[in-house]
């Protein structure tokens, strides 16, 4: 399955998730094996075929995602299995009120397996999908269905049990995107941290590299920051970086990102954009910087270092030169912005 469809239906493959569908495999198989044993003593050799594919599915997809080296395999088999599985008893299975109990297991299993958007729509679909099976029956199999009252409450109890999955996938999502954010931004200024940084500037990184469009790093450091510790105490410094992040953000696309580095250093993030425009951005930030007011009324100004990506970069490269350049622009007496020299080589990437 390609990433921008498993993008599109917003449906991730995690570590947590695959282990939910080895369980539930390997429960499989094992079901499927005293099936196979029990119908094949009464001689119901179709099912008993069925029992044998539930036993080798684990086994064979293990095999599978080895040989194709595609480690989340189990995880869309199993999904695609039991989406199967459920649409085809949702038409054959009206005649035996005693099966009806086991569809209030599946919106508990694809919330488990696929996540909250792709579990709601799975729900959703299976739920239309056994009341027109159920409509639809008689004339499939020339059979009596079960009576209405039963499968009325049957259908309450696979809406039941959707509903509750969806409210705990849903609280568990946004816990976890709570925490994911926590660990990834700035508790002071509200900026990615370093690691957040990191995270999303290899994806941009990656598709610079991909498409050959330009991309930037602009790395600035406030100029002398310590004696406004030192003068006006700890709370004034932290206000003044809280300021700085506002006076940044005037000049910063949507798609750009800022980080704070570390201490009273900044680090930006300028897709699509090449040497001489994150030029331009830096010294607008520069000029704004230097003309701000703080509230405890000294003036402050910043140093800025430039460097754009080249081919085979690794960020690692790009924030090395971008600090490279910020120690020049330190050394030529500072408020200033120093571009990496080599960054204008041939090779760097294409505006």
């Known amino acids: 399955m390609k990433p921008s469809l498993l993008k599109a ?28 044993f029990l119908e094949a003593r009464t ?56 099966n009806f109990v086991w569809y209030s297991i599946y919106p508990i299993v694809w919330f488990s397996l696929a996540g909250l958007r792709t579990g709601t729509v799975l729900s959703l679909l299976g739920m239309a999908s056994w009341i027109t099976g159920w409509f639809a029956f008689p004339a499939i199999s020339d059979q009596p269905r079960a009576p209405g009252d039963v499968f009325a409450q049957a259908v309450a109890a696979y809406a039941t049990t959707a509903i509750f999955a969806f409210i705990y996938e849903r609280t568990r999502h946004r816990q976890e995107n709570a925490l994911k954010e926590s660990a990834q931004c ?38 002398h920051f310590k004696t406004v510790n030192d003068s006006h105490g700890h709370e004034a410094g932290d206000k003044l970086l809280q300021d700085i992040v506002c006076l940044a953000r005037k000049h910063l696309r949507q798609v750009d990102e800022l980080a704070r580095w570390g201490g009273e250093e900044f680090i930006v993030l300028l897709p699509h954009t090449n040497l001489a425009g994150a030029h331009v951005v830096a010294d607008k930030m520069r000029q704004t910087i230097a003309s701000h007011t703080p509230a405890h009324n000294q003036p402050i100004t910043a140093s800025f270092g430039i460097a ?3 081919t085979n970069d690794t960020l690692d490269d790009i924030i090395r030169r971008a600090d490279e350049a910020l120690y020049q622009a330190k050394q030529n007496g500072r408020n200033q912005v120093a571009p990496y020299a080599e960054a204008l080589l041939p090779e760097a990437l294409p505006a």
């Open 9 to 36: 239906l917003a449906f991730t493959p995690t570590h947590d998730r695959l282990k939910v569908a080895l369980f539930l495999l390997y429960l499989l198989a094992g079901m499927g094996l005293i099936d196979a």
């Open 43 to 98: 001689g119901n050799w179709t099912v008993v075929a069925v029992a044998i594919g539930g036993i080798t599915l684990a086994p064979g997809t293990l095999l599978a995602a080895r040989f194709f080296r595609s480690p989340f395999l189990p995880l869309y088999s199993a999904l695609v299995f039991m989406v199967i599985m459920f649409h085809i008893g949702a038409f054959t299975q009206h005649n035996h009120p005693g």
């Open 186 to 223: 700035d508790f002071l200024t509200g900026v990615l941290n370093r690691r957040g940084f990191i995270e999303v500037a290899n994806t941009f990184l990656d598709e610079a590299h991909r498409y050959g469009q330009p991309c930037s790093v602009t790395l600035f450091d406030l100029d």
């Open 308 to 310: 754009t990506c080249t």
